[in-house]
T-cell receptor, first 115, second 112 residues
Framework: AQSVTQLDSQVPVFEEAPVELRCNYSSSVSVYLFWYVQYPNQGLQLLLKYLSGSTLVKGINGFEAEFNKSQTSFHLRKPSVHISDTAEYFCAVTRGRQAGTALIFGKGTTLSVSS | KAGVTQTPRYLIKTRGQQVTLSCSPI?????VSWYQQTPGQGLQFLFEYFSETQRNKGNFPGRFSGRQFSNSRSEMNVSTLELGDSALYLCASSLESAGELFFGEGSRLTVL
């Protein structure tokens, strides 16, 4: 069975500092990987996705992630965060087209950016 | 282009009652998925519908059901509500399978 582990439940950082949110997954088959962001009282918004091809994926709002198959990781990074990046971030995996849109989510990482 | 619309946004029910939540996907999207979000269990997949057919189902009891109409709008129903059903129920639509999911703002259900 697949699973997703987000290694940090909370990450506090100062504005303009770099940040990395860590995500590891387990799967015996090829997967598609996603990062979503959820602002308070809102639904989820896709930040970026890895389906195939280049292992470095660039997303919206200056975020990027690197797919590492050997370490089964998909860590999210941003070189300089803003106050507005404060939100909950979710890593998710799906078994590709066989699983349709049935995503398995991690527990989430709360990113708190302060000035 | 209008996003995914979920109604109602908030509702309060008592144990034993039933509830129906509605989701209107983005125009042209044929896949609709439902997720339950709680502080303890996080985000869990409920089911997915594509062209009025249930294509995938998560590990939830039979009290949770859904359907999709010919215009791709979807409803989910929870019967015999329990306190543990209190959650944010999120609907998401997609143009195709395994593509990007577009989420609505959710329906927050409180069971008393």
């Amino acid at each position: 069975a697949q699973s997703v582990t987000q290694l940090d439940s909370q990450v506090p950082v100062f504005e303009e500092a770099p940040v990395e949110l860590r995500c590891n997954y387990s799967s015996s088959v090829s997967v598609y990987l996603f990062w979503y962001v959820q602002y308070p009282n809102q639904g989820l918004q896709l930040l970026l996705k890895y389906l195939s091809g280049s292992t470095l994926v660039k997303g919206i709002n200056g975020f990027e992630a690197e797919f590492n198959k050997s370490q089964t990781s998909f860590h999210l990074r941003k070189p300089s965060v803003h106050i507005s990046d404060t939100a909950e971030y979710f890593c998710a995996v799906t078994r590709g087209r066989q699983a349709g849109t049935a995503l398995i989510f991690g527990k989430g990482t709360t990113l708190s950016v302060s000035s | 282009k209008a996003g995914v619309t979920q109604t109602p946004r908030y509702l309060i029910k008592t144990r034993g009652q039933q509830v129906t939540l509605s989701c209107s996907p983005i125009s042209g999207h044929r896949s609709v998925s439902w997720y339950q979000q709680t502080p303890g269990q996080g985000l869990q997949f409920l089911f997915e519908y594509f062209s009025e057919t249930q294509r995938n189902k998560g590990n939830f009891p039979g009290r949770f059901s859904g359907r999709q109409f010919s215009n791709s709008r979807s409803e989910m129903n929870v019967s015999t509500l329990e306190l543990g059903d209190s959650a944010l129920y999120l609907c998401a639509s997609s143009l195709e399978s395994a593509g990007e999911l577009f989420f609505g703002e959710g329906s927050r259900l409180t069971v008393l």
